[in-house]
């Protein structure tokens, strides 16, 4: 079973840019007939998920517009993680980032594995 | 503000059975996407609970159930028990290919 832990440093300054890692276990995300997309959502203090955005192993990437175009998504086969960068962090920014396995078919998606997640405060 | 709206919270006594609403639009859930729910504890990894509206993941139990229609979706819980309370969120698509959640519903166990 696919398993995903999620890495990185819990306080970044305002105006900064967050980098989060997610080391994958249990599958390659760069496997040929992978049917996995790659993902990544969080939950800011007191509020629903928001999903970030999302890349698939042929690199097709898509990314949630309200964030615009601060976040980049890309990926480290050799280590078998991907990553998140968001640029020009806010208080607003503030939340517990998660990454989380999906599946993409003709009628949506669906997230079958999850991290248990990151705190991520952004404050001066 | 998230895009699927679900109640803050609900609550039932053991044994008893809990159903939770998911409501959309026409361009998400109203638009023919199906809807997923996940199970979520404090400090722990959400849990797909149900996918596809209707379908449970090897390990749930049958007390979980999903269903759809029209801009909207529903979980129940039978037999509520008190491993059972948690906050349940549900999921859905919309026609811009991105994946939109609703608030999230705190379920307590009386």
């Known amino acids: 079973q696919v398993q995903l832990q999620e890495s990185g440093p819990g306080l970044v300054k305002p105006s900064e840019t967050l980098s989060l890692t997610c080391t994958v276990s249990?599958?390659?995300?760069?496997?040929?007939?992978?049917?996995?997309?790659w993902g990544w959502i969080r939950q800011p203090p007191g509020k629903g998920l928001e999903w970030i955005g999302s890349?698939?192993?042929?690199?097709?990437?898509y990314y949630n517009p309200s964030l615009k175009s601060r976040d980049t998504i890309s990926v480290d086969t050799s280590k078998n993680q991907f990553f998140l960068r968001l640029n020009s962090v806010t208080a607003a920014d503030t939340a517990v980032y998660y990454c989380a396995a999906e599946i993409r078919y003709g009628s949506g998606s669906y997230f079958v594995s999850w991290g248990h997640g990151t705190q991520v405060t952004v404050s001066s | 503000q998230s895009v699927l709206t679900q109640p803050p919270s609900v609550s039932g006594a053991p044994g008893q059975r809990v159903t939770i609403s998911c409501t959309g639009s026409?361009?998400?859930?109203?638009?023919?996407?199906?809807v997923h729910w996940y199970q979520h504890l404090p400090g722990r990894a959400p849990k797909l609970l149900i996918f596809?509206?209707?379908n449970r993941p090897s390990g749930v139990p049958d007390r979980f159930s999903g269903s759809k229609s029209g801009t909207s979706a529903s979980l129940a819980i039978t037999g509520l028990q008190a491993e059972d309370e948690a906050d349940y969120f549900c999921q859905s698509y919309d026609s811009s290919l991105s994946v939109v959640f609703g608030g999230g519903t705190k379920v307590t166990v009386l």
């Open positions: 596809g509206n209707t």
């Open positions: 890349f698939s192993h042929s690199r097709n990437t």
């Open positions: 249990g599958y390659s995300i760069n496997s040929v007939n992978s049917r996995y997309f």
């Open positions: 026409s361009s998400d859930v109203g638009a023919g996407y199906d």
